[in-house]
């Protein structure tokens, strides 16, 4: 299973857009890159998933380079709610491959 | 996305009491789910994976006599603390793997809201 690096932690301040960068330089062939959010207390949330390029949805955006030895997940326009823990995981959840374990995660503290 | 559902949210029990704690899939059916702990401002650490219909598969440290894992059905599973001490206090989240169907896509874990169970 691939080891994530990420921030500790990031600051950023209302309106801004964030970007969160994790490293995994033993990604595997078979490995998706998936974002989540934790808030205190809750489980956590399903951000993005993504395995190449660029992918989008309502929330952020994913950008993974060509040896996908990395991922930037994208925040635009963060609010004070974006305060959170997200978590990069990588790996496969089909075939014969059965968990996901979690890294440190990065401390997002979004400020008036 | 996916619903699971996780009860009871919060439990407090005496030291040598069991705690069950419950996982469901609400609008899909979970083969594999898994069981994470995660104590305050720490990172959620897996404690096993359950499969429907056999025995669960613990990681490495985890007693699977005192954390009794059940995956009775495709929409259940349960993690029983027995013999609850107060180091065992923590926060438990379950998940539950989520089938894409398809081709070529990987799938998803959805999680639950987790339980804080407190030992006193």
């Known amino acids: 299973l691939a080891k994530t690096t990420q921030p500790i932690s990031m600051d950023s301040y209302e309106g801004q857009e964030v970007n969160i960068t994790c490293s995994h330089n033993n990604i595997a062939t078979n490995d998706y890159i998936t974002w989540y959010q934790q808030f205190p207390s809750q489980g956590p949330r399903f951000i993005i998933q993504g395995y190449k390029t660029k992918v989008t949805n309502e929330v952020a955006s994913l950008f993974i380079p060509a040896d996908r030895k990395s991922s930037t997940l994208s925040l635009p326009r963060v609010s004070l709610s974006d305060t959170a823990v997200y978590y990069c995981l990588v790996g496969a959840l089909s075939g014969g491959y059965n968990k996901l374990i979690f890294g440190a995660g990065t401390r997002l503290a979004v400020h008036p | 996305g996916a619903v699971v559902s996780q009860h009871p949210s919060r439990v407090i029990c005496k030291s040598g009491t069991s705690v069950k704690i419950e996982c469901r899939s609400l609008?899909?059916?979970?083969?594999?789910m898994f069981w994470y702990r995660q104590f305050p401002k720490k990172s959620l650490m897996l404690m096993a994976t359950s499969n429907e219909g056999s025995k669960a598969t613990y990681e490495q440290g985890v007693e699977k006599d005192k954390f009794l894992i059940n995956h009775a059905s495709l929409t259940l599973s349960t993690l029983t603390v027995t013999s609850a001490h107060p180091e065992d206090s923590s926060f438990y989240i379950c998940s539950a793997r989520k089938p894409q169907g398809g081709i070529a896509t990987n799938e998803k874990l959805f999680f639950g809201s987790g339980t804080q169970l407190s030992v006193l």
């Open positions: 609008d899909f059916q979970a083969t594999t």
